[in-house]
């Protein structure tokens, strides 16, 4: 039933594959689409992914640099996937051990793995466990606690006891039922814990309360006597002695000085481990260590401390806490900053860690890659040579900006102008912010003023910056259109289309946006979002998307292209909004505004903002 | 009056020793009023000092040694298909590169010379990163271009190879470059030569907007190499460094199971 299973290197080399009976389609797609947009864009949080009518999942194992990754047909749900992809790659570790274990490509590009036996057992034993728990049928009334109910019990008196149901007839057939009931409860038990990705429905949820409830009450009544077949009020049995859990009777179990010796040790190793100094820490383990039988002991912290320890996750926790909290003092929204926490804590984990590094330089170094790799952009940013290509096809390049009220974009957008007439290209900006008072007039005086910079003596007599205006009041849409149509007569290179601020609640205006981007295809859609915003970064640019993906007729429908980050100087450090929206969009940051002259526009340098914000 | 230049000489051997007389013998008096012991402890642990630092300065410099060939390219061009066969001849299924990989490399010339070949994953996201570590040791690079849809990609192709190339240590070591054009099995890829010529063209244009580019927000810009000569159209000839353009075919003419069809990269690898 699975379409295939594929295990290959973090180095691209498949090791082995198996591709299911009937399927002719070569797995390499979905898969390379796995990677590409959930592990190199750090959502590796939760580990399923879905592409057409596949759904993958995939482990990674970070101690020797594999992945696996299984692939069924999206409208199967197979309960038992998950931890058959945890048998599958436990086995394959200890089975090539030997090949994986060295360094260098060589071993996995000359050994052969023909692990198909063991995966068909493996595959074998999943679906058998899988379909031993037969459906439950239901049961029949006579079985069910309700029969066991006088009706007097279930009336409810006013100020009388409604939760004490102890029935007679309950008694009586307690036994009976109890057995029945625990086979039913473990196995319905088994069941939902299978079906955790499923979800419990109601009616389970009820049934398994009602199942606890009954044990309770079936350890209980063994010991009660039961008199009367009338429902009796339960007395209270006076006052129990307590009994603790780890209380005993004799102090000998107190007594932890022998033989837990290295277990104290090992507990104690986790603690240091994780925050002292290393040779501190050594230093500290070696004179608290006792002098007799702790040679074992004494050489494991040694081992603990010079490299081969694994990376697990009680490891990872405090070290993560305090880097989520660090990354949301920063002004990285909350989810975002919890998400690359999770998506690191995947990539660390089993992960052996080198000699002489503490976990938390290990996280702190992983952390800030995946920042840095987050940052690149994912496709070439150039808007020049993009222009100077649509020049030489003669038709205008047109960028629309599209954002909140206030955040900068028709100062950013004078900004871009004066940068493009720098270069010598020809530009025309088109007013459809038909909405705000003084919105064209704003344009129209950067316009002159890009002008004066710029004489038309020096461009053959011609203005080098236009505006296409309409007044207010009118379509915006219709206003691009003829801007654009414009552009196209006069041999203008570039088209800034500068659109009214919404809010991403106002559907209307979203869609008059939507339509706007949908009939003039413009080349660049830039979203324009200031460094300030928080938490609210994230809902705006999923609304924006999501009505820009909602209201296009076609079904390959233009989304946010590239990222406008402005005010940037009026952050110091607190630079996470960069991070909440590349990681949201997946779209770079193509123009960062540090101020308000035309000069104060730059573009962004991943590894100095990652700085900043890994920065204590 | 003979001895009075003797007694003149003698005034001024003594002139000239009485500036140091006094702090020799000052420095005498200190030294053996000294343990022996503690002046031995001195003068071993400055020894010892200096001679680790002479030791670690010849083990850091010797890093960096330039003993590794990269495989570097656009994401799908066949980077890690052409790892797999040049170092064992097999042919083996790949997926997108998270991850380098490296391994020793024999080359098949009569010295028999082996140094460490290098496959850098080729996402847009992960390039800059693996080339930024592993540049410093390069002696030579490969550029794998897919040249069945070098059409589409070639601003992409020519954009990362403007990037390697004004890049400040890679400007320094000159490391050699073959660009290899893979992929030849299928029918419409492109020729060397056209390939070459479009990539010049490509360099033309992008020395001008490049160098037009926006500067980063902490005010550092970009490399300021020219390439080329100014002036002058861009041609690889201009380079410091020798550059090579070869065809190579890494799934090989005749399907999976065939040969691979990278004699001439072979070849240009033993000549290294």
Redesign the interface.
């Known amino acids: 039933m699975l379409d295939f299973f ?1 295990i ?7 090791l082995w ?1 198996f591709q299911g009976t009937g399927v002719t389609e070569s797995f ?1 797609g979905p ?2 689409a796995l ?2 947009s959930v ?2 864009q750090e959502r590796s949080g939760n580990n399923s992914y879905s592409h057409d009518a596949l759904s993958l999942k995939y482990k990674l194992d970070n101690e020797f ?1 594999l ?1 696996f990754v299984v692939g069924f047909q999206k409208i199967l749900t197979l309960t038992y996937v998950d931890k058959f992809i945890d048998d599958v790659q436990l086995h394959f570790r200890d089975r090539y051990k030997n090949e994986l274990e060295q360094k ?3 071993a996995l ?2 050994s052969h793995f023909a692990f198909e036996d063991d995966f068909k057992m493996l595959l074998r034993e999943a679906e058998e466990s899988s379909k031993a728990r037969g459906p439950t049928s239901m049961r029949s009334f006579n079985a069910s606690l309700k029969s066991q109910k006088t009706v007097k019990s279930m009336i409810e008196t006013k100020g009388g006891d409604k939760g004490k149901e102890q029935g007679g007839k309950k008694n009586k057939n307690a036994k009976k039922e109890g057995k029945g009931e625990k086979a039913k409860a473990s196995t319905s038990a088994q069941k939902t814990e299978e079906n955790g990705n499923q979800g419990l429905t109601q009616e389970e949820i009820i049934q398994k309360k009602r199942e606890e409830f009954i044990r309770k009450r079936m350890g209980a009544p063994v010991e009660k006597p039961s008199k009367s077949p009338k429902p009796v009020k339960e007395k209270p049995k006076g006052k129990e002695k307590r009994v603790w859990t780890l209380g005993g009777s004799s102090t000998k179990e107190l007594d932890y000085s022998q033989s837990n010796g290295n277990g104290a040790h090992a507990a104690g190793d986790q603690g240091l481990d994780a925050q002292a100094d290393p040779v501190c820490a050594f230093l500290f383990k070696m004179f608290l260590s006792p002098k007799k039988g702790a040679f074992g002991g004494m050489f494991g912290m040694l081992k603990g401390l010079v490299g081969s320890k694994s990376l697990s996750q009680e490891d990872m926790e405090p070290v993560l806490d305090k880097m989520r909290d660090h990354l949301i003092a920063k002004n990285v929204a909350a989810e975002i900053a919890s998400q690359l926490c999770d998506s690191v804590a995947k990539k660390l984990e089993g992960k052996v860690m080198g000699t002489f590094t503490t976990v938390a330089s290990t996280v702190k170094g992983a952390l800030q ?1 995946s920042l ?3 940052l ?5 940013v ?1 808007i ?2 993009d222009v ?2 649509a020049r030489s096809q003669r038709r205008p390049f047109v960028i629309t900006f599209c954002g909140v009220n206030g955040v900068g974009k028709s100062t950013n957008l004078a900004k871009i102008s004066f ?1 493009l007439i ?2 010598g290209f020809t530009v025309l900006i088109a007013a459809c912010d038909t909405f705000r008072a003084g919105a064209v007039e704003q344009l129209r005086t950067h316009q002159r003023r890009l002008n004066s910079l710029h004489p038309p003596q020096d461009h053959g007599g011609r203005p080098i910056v236009q505006l296409y205006e309409k007044g207010y009041g009118k379509d915006a849409a219709g206003i691009a259109m003829e801007a654009i149509a414009y552009a196209r007569n006069q041999a203008f290179d570039v088209v800034l289309v500068d659109t009214a601020g919404r809010m991403q609640d106002n559907t209307p205006l979203m869609t008059a946006l939507a339509k706007l981007i949908a009939v003039n295809m413009p080349d660049l859609v830039l979203f324009v979002g200031e460094a300030l915003v928080g938490n609210e970064a994230v809902d705006q640019l999923v609304k924006f998307n999501q009505a820009l993906a909602d209201h296009s007729m076609s079904d390959k429908p233009r989304l946010i292209d590239g990222i406008v980050l402005t005010k ?1 100087d009026t952050i110091d450090d607190k630079v996470g909004a960069a991070i909440s929206m590349t990681y949201i969009t997946g779209q770079p940051i193509v ?2 505004g ?1 101020g308000q002259t035309y000069n104060d ?5 991943a590894r ?2 990652v700085g900043a914000l890994m920065k204590a | 009056m003979a001895t009075e230049p003797g007694i003149n000489m003698e005034a001024k051997i003594d002139a000239r020793e009485n500036p140091f007389e006094p702090y020799l013998d000052a420095l005498k008096k200190v030294l053996e009023d000294q343990d022996p012991i503690f002046m031995i402890g001195i003068v071993v642990s400055l020894a010892v000092v200096v001679i680790t630092v002479v030791f670690l300065k010849y083990i850091l410099s010797r890093k960096t040694v330039q003993s590794a060939v990269l495989l570097v390219g656009l994401c799908d061009s066949g980077k890690t298909l052409l790892f797999s066969r040049l170092l064992s001849g097999k042919f083996k299924k790949t997926q997108t590169s998270i991850t380098d990989s490296s391994a020793p490399y024999k080359a098949k010339n009569e010295r028999g010379s082996s140094w460490i070949l290098i496959d850098l994953p080729g996402h847009d996201s992960l390039r800059p990163q693996y080339v930024e570590k592993f540049k410093s040791a390069a002696r030579a690079m490969v550029f794998v271009v897919d040249s069945a849809i070098f059409q589409k990609e070639v601003r992409d192709v020519a954009e990362f190879l403007y990037f390697l190339l004004t890049d400040s240590v890679v400007s320094r070591n000159v490391p050699s470059l073959i660009v290899a054009c893979n992929k030849q099995d299928i029918t419409m890829a492109k020729s060397a030569k056209l390939i070459r010529q479009q990539l010049e063209k490509e360099m033309n244009t992008l020395r001008v907007t490049r160098s037009a580019a926006l500067s980063a927000q902490d005010g550092s810009a970009g490399a300021s190499v020219h390439l080329g000569k100014k002036g002058k159209d861009f041609e690889f000839s201009q380079l410091p460094m020798k550059v090579e353009f070869l065809e190579c075919s890494a799934r090989g003419s005749k399907g999976e199971d065939g040969e691979a069809d990278i004699a001439s990269l072979e070849k240009s690898l033993a000549k290294l």
């Open positions: 594929t290959f290197s973090k180095g691209g080399i498949v594959c390499t898969v390379n990677i590409r592990i190199l640099e992945v260098g490509a060589l590009l000359n890659d840095v790799q987050i690149q952009p994912k496709r070439r150039d020049l040579r100077l290509e940068w720098e270069n940037f123009f960062v540090t526009l730059r573009s962004l340098n100095a903002v």
